[in-house]
């Protein structure tokens, strides 16, 4: 019986493929099936129990075996293979491909549950109108009328992206509000509210067309390049998100101070005005971790001086004293860097003469480079795909690291202008668009790796591909809009990169575009900003984005803002290292608790930070009640005033004008720290330590991840801790367990521990550490507990009620 259904379901769901398409015969070559049909070859290989691989070889074509995003070594995958008369199974203990032979169809499977199959398969267009905008080669698969759809970069469209066609061309959208079909993120992924994605392996340009016609169509477009995808399946979001990054790479653990506040504008122009917004900062006791200089660093001018790449000493006299007094005080100076060497820049005969810029066709003329206008200039770009384009462009990073530069900008990388008859060393500039900014990452990486293999490094960048994480690059949303509808779309923008791997996508704090001026505005961008990866305010200079510069009442609610972002590190970090660990974003929306929940499908007005806050930024102008829907998991309560909120339960919750409503989950274990002025004064030496009790919730666990937040790599040496954190509940006692792991580089210490349990509504009879009687103090609702951690042991604190 289990047959007959299983076979109903592949066929109500498989739809012949292409008609011309014959099967001819199947061989297993090296753990790949190789399918030979009348027009060409699939191979189909599996990478694990959840991920397959199908190229599609057409007849005349070359096998090519490089993925610019694939970094996976694939697993020896235990599978079967069964055939019958028209058909062939293609099995392990997850993923299934079925292949009919006649009429020819692909269908994918996992755990017997039908996901994707071919529709027509590899099709290639033989009009002669071929354009960008219609590519000549797709691939096209049959979808479920039900499923939600998500993926193909950033984008502001709604989360369910079904019903778009949507162009894989990375560009920027200066001045975005609430829409933007194309920004600088193009990824050839879609993923499924069926719980299940499809990587289209390829990184020329082209479209992702997710049901646009509405006929239950999904279709990737090309210009060029492989006929190669991967199906990725998962049993929870967070399983899928944790095998895609498998796939494509995890996001290194980023130092701790990349975590802290930025202090950030276009621009600062002196050496003298950096050093006195730092000092500013420090006066006014508000705490900031870095300094990101813009372009006039190099240059006093916008146009005209991009390419420099060097100080420009009249303004900035003593460069490496003035980093080294930055860094004396706790402060990162991270610079700006483009790709573009002007041919008014002072480097550009030396990028002529050493033959490192894209060029013009080499066929024709010998390869001369290829110069054009944009905004700043007329302009090159460096070869990053050329090994003297790379070695070249990192020695000026590298002689810039050795003056004490901390971090790296890496600007207008789609590339911003890049017509299309320029040529690489690896293609034509259609062919390696959507991978420069991807390219220009691996090569800091990698410089890092060979020539300071200890420093964790940091890489803003403005555009990527998928597996961009990999490289450690930190993702922002382009020039949004300072404005409401600015505000609104990031979210949305946030969550869903974090889902396609980048999980530190974040937005200009308080929007860049514009001179708009609204202090709620301002505000509520930074409320948001506390709870999303990185908390950057940046702006043209027509509004001060810096707190230090803003009115006194505004600087004041600024500051709390920040100071709770510190106090937040402990937790953070332990998200940092959970999205390194296992490719989990630090935003998730609501849907990852609730994936059966269909009215959660499309929602981004409030979401997760992490397993235990949930978060409801506030994104249009003189809110005072909004209305939130607490997951049906557990209990939450309210981060600022205690109030509990019942599972399932939709309500309308008052705002405050002074933070944005945040929820614990119950059963949480949340570390905090008291506010330092930056991270070089963090420890855990002592902090606060909450719980929020639940009777409901009868049994939790939670950690806190801990290295020197500096040091490349630390848990791969060994060089951490772990502390480990349990409850259990029952009507008369809480348990709450406490040890710690440690890495056999790291030398742990005893830690003094405030122990604040909410929610407890009447005094405890006894509270008892390690088989001892323990005073402890009750303010409302909270019980406060003073624990000294002990290093090596298994603490235990038992709460009679």
């Not at 979808?143 to 989360?159: K, V």
């Not at 506040?261 to 950096?274: C, I, K, L, P």
């Not at 000026?396 to 690291?401: G, Q, S, V």
Request: net charge neutral.
């Amino acid at each position: 019986m289990k047959k007959i259904i299983l076979f109903l379901l592949i066929s109500s769901f498989s739809f012949a493929q292409n008609a011309n398409r014959k099967f001819e015969s199947y061989k297993v070559v090296k753990n790949t099936l190789e399918i030979k049909t009348s027009d060409g070859v699939y191979y189909i290989k599996p990478y694990s129990d959840k991920i397959v691989e199908t190229t599609y070889l057409p007849i005349g074509e070359n096998l090519n075996s490089n993925s610019h995003a694939v970094v996976l070594t694939p697993e020896k995958v235990a599978f079967k293979i069964k055939q019958s008369q028209n058909e062939l199974v293609f099995s392990s203990n997850g993923i299934k491909v079925s292949v009919v032979k006649s009429p020819f169809k692909i269908s994918y499977l996992y755990k017997n549950k039908p996901l994707i199959s071919e529709k027509n398969g590899y099709v290639k267009r033989e009009n002669a109108a071929i354009s960008k905008e219609q590519p000549k080669e797709t691939l096209e698969f049959n979808l479920d009328a039900s499923e939600a759809l998500y993926g193909a970069g950033a984008r502001a469209l709604g989360m369910n992206r079904r019903g778009n066609r949507l162009e894989l061309y990375n560009q920027a959208d200066y001045g975005y509000g609430n829409h933007s079909k194309k920004m600088n993120f193009s990824i050839p992924l879609v993923m499924s509210s069926k719980i299940y994605a499809v990587h289209f392996d390829n990184g020329a340009i082209g479209y992702l067309d997710l049901d646009s016609k509405k006929d239950n169509t999904l279709v990737y477009e090309t210009i060029s390049g492989r006929k190669t995808y991967q199906v990725i399946a998962g049993d929870t979001w967070a399983d899928l998100t944790s095998n895609y990054t498998s796939l494509t790479g995890k996001q290194p653990l980023v130092p701790r101070w990349a975590l802290g506040n930025f202090s950030s504008r276009f621009g600062y122009h002196t050496q003298a005005e950096v050093t006195k917004t730092i000092d500013k900062y420090i006066k006014d006791e508000i705490p900031v971790d870095a300094i990101i200089l813009d372009l006039y660093w190099f240059g006093k001018t916008v146009q005209g001086t991009m390419g420099n790449l060097d100080w420009d000493k009249d303004n900035f006299s003593d460069p490496k004293k003035m980093i080294t007094d930055l860094n004396s005080k706790g402060v990162k100076t991270v610079l700006i860097t483009e790709p573009f060497i002007l041919t008014t820049s002072s480097k550009w005969q030396e990028a002529v003469d050493k033959k490192v810029l894209a060029t013009d066709n080499p066929e024709a003329s010998g390869g001369n480079p290829f110069k054009y206008d944009f905004y700043f200039g007329n302009t090159g770009l460096v070869d990053v795909f050329k090994p003297e384009g790379k070695t070249w462009f990192w020695n000026i990073y590298k002689d810039l690291i050795n003056q004490g530069v901390g971090g790296w900008w890496g600007d207008l990388g789609e590339p911003e202008v890049f017509p299309s008859a320029a040529f690489t060393a690896q293609g034509s500039a259609d062919e390696v668009h959507n991978i420069y900014g991807h390219t220009w990452a691996k090569m800091i990486r990698d410089g890092y790796n060979n020539e300071f293999p200890n420093v964790r490094p940091f890489i803003l960048m403005r555009a990527g591909y998928s597996g961009s994480q990999n490289y450690g690059m930190i993702p922002w949303s382009g020039d949004v809009s300072r404005s409401w509808e600015g505000l609104q779309s990031q979210p949305e923008i946030a969550l869903q990169m974090g889902m396609q791997g980048m999980a530190y996508m974040h937005s200009d704090l308080g929007g860049f575009a514009g001179d708009y001026f609204d202090n709620e505005l301002y505000i509520r961008w930074l409320q948001y900003g506390v709870f999303q990866p990185v908390y950057r305010p940046h702006a043209q200079e027509d509004v001060a984005s810096e707190p230090v510069y803003k009115d006194i009442i505004t600087k004041a609610k600024a500051k709390k803002q920040i100071e709770l972002r510190y106090q937040m590190l402990p937790y953070n970090y332990t998200l940092a290292f959970e999205n390194n660990n296992k490719g989990i974003p630090l935003m998730r929306p609501i849907f990852f608790e609730e994936p059966e929940n269909q009215k959660l499908l499309n929602s981004c007005d409030s979401y997760l930070w992490g397993n235990d806050f949930l978060v409801t930024p506030i994104t249009k102008s003189a809110v005072t009640s909004t209305s939130i829907y607490f997951p049906k998991s557990n209990n939450w309560y309210d981060f600022y005033t205690g109030e509990k909120h019942q599972a399932g339960a939709t309500e309308t919750v008052a705002v405050s004008a002074d933070n944005i409503p945040i929820f614990v989950r119950g059963g949480a274990f949340i570390p905090m720290i008291k506010t330092i002025q930056n991270t070089t004064k963090y420890s855990l030496a002592d902090f606060d330590f909450h719980f929020y009790y639940d009777e409901k919730a009868t049994n939790s666990f939670g950690k806190l991840y801990n290295d020197d937040g500096l040091t490349s790599n630390a848990y791969e040496k060994g060089a951490y801790e772990i502390l480990n954190f349990s409850s259990t509940i029952t009507t008369k006692v809480i348990t709450l367990k406490m040890n710690t792991t440690v890495g056999k580089s790291f030398t742990s210490a005893d830690k003094n521990v405030t122990l604040l349990v909410h929610n407890i509504s009447a005094k405890p009879t006894k509270v008892i550490i390690n088989g001892v009687n323990t005073d402890f103090k009750m303010n409302a609702a909270t019980l406060e507990i003073p624990v000294v951690l002990k290093k090596g042991l298994d603490n235990e604190i038992k709460i009679q009620l």
